[in-house]
Nanobody, 125 residues
Framework: QVQVVESGGGSVQAGASLRLSCTAS????????WAWFRQVPGKYREFVSG????????RYADSVKGRFTISINNASNTVYLQMNSLKPGDTAVYYC??????????????????WGQGTQVTVSS
């Protein structure tokens, strides 16, 4: 089992930055692929960014490319999402997901086995 906890969300104005953290415990952290998704009420869970542990591939949604950066610190079992130049359209609950390690980054949330409780990000204009 993998326990996942997200943190770092908040309410900011457009143009501001936030850094989300995803801390995991349980099975070997470095053997998993990790991804960030976001969801607003009534909509599906949308892929934001992810990385594959084998092959070191990183992928971003077009809507966040150039503004968000995903990174990982295996020593602290933490995945980060640095979010810059935030826009009101980025408002959502952000979730961190994990799946067994692979050489590709999957963007469908159904492929991820472990999830945290989510952290709210609200961006006002």
């Amino acid at each position: 089992q993998v326990q996942v906890v997200e943190s770092g969300g908040g309410s900011v104005q457009a143009g501001a930055s936030l850094r989300l953290s995803c801390t995991a415990s349980g099975r070997t952290f470095s053997s998993f692929d990790w991804a960030w998704f976001r969801q607003v009420p009534g909509k599906y869970r949308e892929f934001v960014s992810g990385l594959s542990v084998f092959g070191n591939f990183v992928r971003y949604a077009d809507s966040v490319k150039g503004r968000f950066t995903i990174s990982i610190n295996n020593a602290s079992n933490t995945v980060y999402l640095q979010m810059n130049s935030l826009k009101p359209g980025d408002t959502a609950v952000y979730y961190c997901g994990a799946r067994p390690g692979s050489s590709i980054v999957l963007i469908d949330s159904r492929h991820y086995n472990y999830w945290g409780q989510g952290t709210q990000v609200t961006v006002s204009s």
